[in-house]
């Protein structure tokens, strides 16, 4: 009796450490061939549901996070990033961060005396054209040109190129409206403010807009009234889709697609999703078409169930191998129910998220082929 | 030509100058007047000076990616066979500044240097397979030793689970709790010993063409 106290007590103090120990942590894990599949990882993800979302259900989401944090569990997942993890937190999945280049655009003086661009729009164009934005940035910052609006156009041309969006818009900004570069500047800020995620700056550009290009600009506003949510503006926008224009009509086509599979198809119910897997730990799963995490929780908790059966059954239930084992399986079929319901927001926010890149994609697609 | 000629003298003059005062802008400005020589030159030969030119700013700026782009752009057929030996010796150097050993050896082999360069003996995959089925003996041939004790400790935690609840008559708890525990402690070291080979392959790899590398590439290096 003291033998099994102590090898208790062993344990607990052997568990804590553990987790005190993040690196031994890690070797653990590693030697029993267990991969992380999550980002952040599921100590963090803890801490930070405890902080968001209190006690019950920090308790309740990690236990659903460990089963999915497994091979079984992350196979065929329709989470997975190219990087093979699945990026999510409390609050659902965490979109993959755009990819900037900054310039440090003050330590350029231009040297000379000024001369006008236009002799060097060939030039410009062939960096352009050659991926040398970097170069391109550097020779227009570099050298002394008078101020021009075609000389704020090809900056932000150039800056936009190089992926450096933030400073781009504030070149395609400077372009007057009774500039022939006018339109282009406009078209492509709102391609960057897409990026950025500023949608309402695009929108209120776009807005203003009155001049002939009016397809285009209808075709960006419907697809910032989808990244919005709001389905009215984008059928107040479509109405204007002629689907016979080489540059847009694919597009168009492929906003009404989302615009139908977000806002006319039926959903899927999280409710549904609950009951299923209490009935059958798994079957939510998928329902919301997350097979693999379905698998492993049926695995997990069907194994877990049976060892706490045994164990009631030979052992008495006031055991404490036996309370042990029933309160695992009782966390992980709770566990389990929780997560399936969250599995459907969660499956529709991957697919929105998804949408919303292709719509980004398709809004910077015909303003490179209209606008050359 | 004359035109194309002397904007190039002056690109050539600036750069010296600025590149002594050592500013990043100014650089990065000279190398983009670089690539304008390489838009208007008229001959190969004056392209592949400026382009030259301009990989050698890149170099003192450390954008060794930069400067082998630039050099791989060269117009190999308007050198002479030495100076496409260089220019080869000179992506080499880059490709090893930016730990890119592979490529760099097959710059090496393409300027016709002869490294002499082979591939190391490397730790066995089926040694180490076969010595993991004894948990501790894999994990020393890849000179874990202290990993095998963890590991040799997990798995003996798991037989005596299923020795203890086989024992006490629990035999589904014994089974099917015992074989989802060796499944994590067994196969686990497998696939950990798997890794740790993987691993102690390539760096052993990764060693040798870097001492290889070093052997041919020191003088390039040295002038750094």
């Given at each position: 009796m003291k033998f099994r106290r102590l090898s208790l007590i062993f344990f607990l103090l052997f568990s804590l450490s553990c987790s005190a120990q993040q690196d031994f942590y890690q070797l653990v894990r590693a030697q029993l061939g267990l991969g992380n599949?999550?980002?952040?990882?599921n100590t963090v993800f803890f801490e930070q549901a405890l902080k968001e979302e209190g006690l019950l259900k920090a308790v309740l989401a990690t236990s659903d996070r460990v089963v999915r944090n497994s091979q079984v569990g992350a196979?065929?997942?329709?989470?997975?990033c190219s990087d093979g993890k699945i990026h999510e937190n409390i609050f659902g999945p965490v979109p993959e961060p755009l990819k900037q280049q900054h310039f440090e655009l003050d330590s350029f003086l231009p040297k000379g005396s000024s001369r006008p661009l236009g002799a060097d729009a060939a030039f410009i164009d062939y960096l352009l054209g050659n991926s040398l934005s970097s170069d391109a940035v550097y020779y227009l910052f570099g050298s002394a040109f008078e101020a021009s609006d075609s000389l704020d156009f090809y900056k932000g041309l150039a800056l936009y190129t190089a992926n450096s969006l933030e400073q781009a818009v504030d070149y395609f900004d400077r372009?007057?409206?009774?500039?022939?570069?006018f339109e282009k500047s406009l078209f492509f800020s709102t391609v960057c403010d897409a990026y950025l995620g500023r949608f309402q700056q695009a929108r209120s550009r776009l807005q203003s807009y009155s001049g002939s290009w009016q397809e285009l600009c209808q075709y960006e506003l419907a697809a910032l009234s989808l990244l919005e949510d709001d389905a009215h503006a984008y059928r107040q926008a479509a109405?204007?889709?002629?689907?016979?224009s080489y540059a847009l009509a694919d597009g168009e086509k492929l906003f009404d697609d989302i615009y139908r599979s977000r806002y006319e198809s039926r959903k899927k119910s999280p409710a549904l999703a609950a009951a299923a897997s209490a009935i059958v730990p798994g079957l939510g799963k998928i329902y919301s078409k997350c097979y693999g995490e379905a698998f492993a929780s049926f695995l997990c908790i069907g194994a877990t169930a049976a060892i706490a059966a045994d164990n009631c059954i030979k052992?008495?239930?006031?055991d404490w191998r036996s309370i042990v084992f029933t309160t695992i399986g009782a966390l992980l079929y709770v566990g389990n129910i929780y997560g399936s319901y969250v599995s459907v927001g969660l499956y529709n926010n991957y697919l929105e998220n998804a949408q919303d890149n292709t719509i980004v994609f398709n809004i910077h697609i015909p303003v490179r082929s209209l606008f050359p | 030509m004359r035109r194309t000629t002397l904007l190039f003298s002056i690109s050539i003059f600036l750069s010296a100058a600025f590149s002594l005062r050592g500013q990043d802008a100014d650089s990065l400005y000279m190398a983009s007047l670089c690539e304008k020589a390489v838009f208007e030159a008229e001959t190969p030969r004056q392209a592949n000076q400026a382009l030259l030119e301009k990989a050698r700013i890149l170099h003192s700026q450390q954008l060794y990616r930069q400067e082998m782009e630039a050099l791989g752009?060269?117009?190999?057929?308007?050198?002479?066979p030495e100076q496409r030996s260089e220019v080869l010796q000179r992506q080499a150097c880059c490709a090893y500044l930016l730990e890119d050993y592979d490529a760099a050896l097959s710059f090496l082999e393409e300027a016709g240097?002869?490294?002499g360069y082979v591939q190391p003996k490397l730790k066995s995959e089926w040694a180490a397979m076969f010595l993991t089925f004894l948990v501790p003996a894999g994990y020393v041939y890849v000179d874990e030793p202290w990993e095998g004790l963890l590991s040799t400790s997990l798995n003996a935690l798991s037989v005596l689970w299923i020795v203890s609840q086989i024992s006490s008559g629990c035999y589904v708890s014994g089974i099917l709790g015992g074989a989802i525990a060796l499944n994590g402690t067994y196969l686990g070291a497998q696939k950990r010993v798997a890794q740790l080979l993987q691993q102690r392959n390539s760096e052993i790899l990764k060693e040798s063409k870097k001492n290889c590398l070093v052997h041919f590439l020191g003088p390039h290096l040295r002038e750094e």
């Open positions: 599949y999550f980002e952040p990882s196979a065929q997942s329709p989470f997975l372009v007057p409206d009774t500039s022939s570069y109405a204007n889709f002629s689907y016979s052992r008495g239930p006031q | 752009r060269l117009r190999m057929f308007a050198l002479r240097v002869d490294t």
